[in-house]
Structures are given as C-alpha cells and as structure tokens.
Antibody, heavy 122, light 110 residues
Framework: QLQLQESGPGLVKPSETLSLTCTVSGGSISSSSSYWGWIRQPPGKGLEWIGNIYYGGSTYYNSSLKSRVTISVDTSKNQFSLNLSSVTAADSAVYYC??????????????WGKGTTVIVSS | QSVLTQPPSASGTPGQRVTISCSGSSSNIGSNTVNWYQQLPGTAPKLLIYSNNQRPSGVPDRFSGSKSGTSASLAISGLQSEDEADYYCAAWDDSLNGWVFGGGPKLTVL
C-alpha cells in the first residue's frame, strides 16, 4: 500500500528557505502514471496547491508562488522535495505531499501524507 | 478568495440528503473534470470523488458527484454523524495553469 511521509523543520525564520521532503514507500516514485505534489493549508483556511513534479523532472507550479518554489525529485531515494524561499508568516501552514494519479490536468490526488506543520517565526 | 466558489457551510440531520455546490468558470470546471475531497477534523484530505462522478474503492455509494456546465455538486444521502467534515472541490484551471480548490465548506450534522 502506497504511503507518503513529510519531514522537515517545523520552524523557519522569516526570509529563509523552507525545505521539506516527502518519502514514498510501498511503491515507486518512477511510476509512469504518477505525479508528485505539494499542497498547503494555512491555519483555519482552505487548501492551496503548490506544485507537482514528474519523476522525469517536469514541474508544474502555482503561478502565485512560482518565483519562490522549487520541487525536485530523487528517484534513488524514492523522495521528492519542496523548497520555498523568502518565507514570511503567510507561509505558515500544514504542508501535505500527495500522489497525483493519471494525467496532471485530468487526474486526482489519491494518496496523501499526514501533513507537517511549518511555522514561520523569528 | 477561492477560484472555485462553494457555500460557506452546509448542514443536515441524520438520514437526510444534502448537496454541496461548486461553481467555477469555462477555464476550470467548464473544460476539465472535478474532484472532491473530504477532510475530517485534524486529518489529511481524502479523495472522495474523481472525474466528476467516480468513487474510489472504499467510498460508500452514499456519496455521489455530478457536473453540469461550469458547476459541480456533491450529494450525500443517508447523512451520518461521521460525515461531519470539510468538503473541497478541485479542478485544473487552463488560464492559471494549475489546480484550484473551492473554499471547503464545513458540513454539520445536526
């Protein structure tokens, strides 16, 4: 059974870079029918898509975050990562990683990690 | 302000049928499929409906989805107390070139 687990610092200082990793177990990150993505949820608010990556390296980013976001994949470790630079308090949120199945445009996020809370504060 | 518009809240009594709407535009719902996610309190979202009206394995047939034009709906029949959750619609937006979500109204079972 496919499982995803987020990891990374729970506290990041303003203006620094938030870095999170998602470890995939029970399946291969190199699956041809899967994309891998990040979604976040600020406290008490709704879901915001951050971006997706295909194991071959193709990336898709939320246009409102694109200048600050990098998503990368490490197939040897079955992991993918999120870097969000120049963070502010507005970036404080629960960050989820998820598998996006099928086509990036018509697919769906069918497996989610449990989420990790990141607070931006000095 | 979410790109997809959902009501701020929804409610119903046990056994009742409730619907939650999701309104979009020609660049998202009008031209792409809609997915629905259920988020129970304190947990990660869970896929409830994909491709407008398909249920993943394990999702009860009390949950159903539909789409017409630039709007979509989630229907829950035989409402149960464990259905209390936030329900998000999502679709790809061709103009924004990314995935967009609705506001995720909280469903209260009275």
């Amino acid at each position: 059974q496919l499982q995803l687990q987020e990891s990374g610092p729970g506290l990041v200082k303003p203006s620094e870079t938030l870095s999170l990793t998602c470890t995939v177990s029970g399946g291969s990150i190199s699956s041809s029918s899967s994309y891998w993505g990040w979604i976040r949820q600020p406290p008490g608010k709704g879901l915001e898509w951050i971006g997706n990556i295909y194991y071959g390296g193709s990336t898709y980013y939320n246009s409102s975050l694109k200048s600050r976001v990098t998503i990368s994949v490490d197939t040897s470790k079955n992991q993918f990562s999120l870097n969000l630079s120049s963070v502010t308090a507005a970036d404080s949120a629960v960050y989820y990683c998820a598998r996006h199945k099928e086509n990036i445009y018509f697919g769906h996020m069918d497996v989610w990690g449990k989420g990790t809370t990141v607070i931006v504060s000095s | 302000q979410s790109v997809l518009t959902q009501p701020p809240s929804a409610s119903g009594t046990p056994g009742q049928r409730v619907t939650i709407s999701c309104s979009g535009s020609s660049s998202n719902i009008g031209s792409n499929t809609v997915n629905w996610y259920q988020q129970l309190p304190g947990t990660a979202p869970k896929l409830l409906i994909y491709s407008n009206n398909q249920r993943p394995s394990g999702v009860p047939d009390r949950f159903s989805g539909s789409k017409s034009g630039t709007s979509a709906s989630l229907a829950i029949s035989g409402l149960q107390s464990e259905d209390e959750a936030d329900y998000y619609c999502a679709a790809w937006d061709d103009s924004l070139n990314g995935w967009v979500f609705g506001g995720g109204p909280k469903l209260t079972v009275l």
